[in-house]
């Protein structure tokens, strides 16, 4: 069993940054692939970024490529997402999921994003 909780949501104006954490416990999360997802307001769940167990591989929706970037710390259990130039439009529930993409067996309680204009 693998617990997910996320951190470091906020309001932030557009153009501006922000640094979203998520802390796991559990055993396995170092041979887990992690991911991070956000969800707006009537749409669909999205994948904005995945990284494999070693950190080498990642994955980046079209939407977000060259401003986010993740990252991992398999000695400390953690997983980042780095959000660079921010638009309104990421603006949305943030969370974090662990697990075999592209299944995600374990997910967080979601941080909230919010970008003004």
């Known amino acids: 069993q693998v617990r997910l909780v996320e951190s470091g949501g906020g309001l932030v104006q557009a153009g501006g940054s922000l640094r979203l954490s998520c802390v796991a416990s559990g055993r396995t999360f170092s041979r887990l692939a992690m991911g991070w997802f956000r969800q707006a307001p009537g749409k669909e769940r999205e994948r904005v970024a995945g990284?494999?167990?070693?950190?080498?591989?990642?994955y980046y929706a079209d939407s977000v490529k060259g401003r986010f970037t993740i990252s991992r710390d398999n000695a400390k259990n953690m997983v980042y997402l780095q959000m660079n130039s921010l638009k309104p439009e990421d603006t949305a529930i943030y969370y974090c999921a662990a697990g075999s993409p592209p299944s995600y067996s374990y997910w967080g309680q979601g941080t909230q994003v919010t970008v003004s204009s």
């Open positions: 990284i494999n167990w070693t950190g080498i591989s990642t």
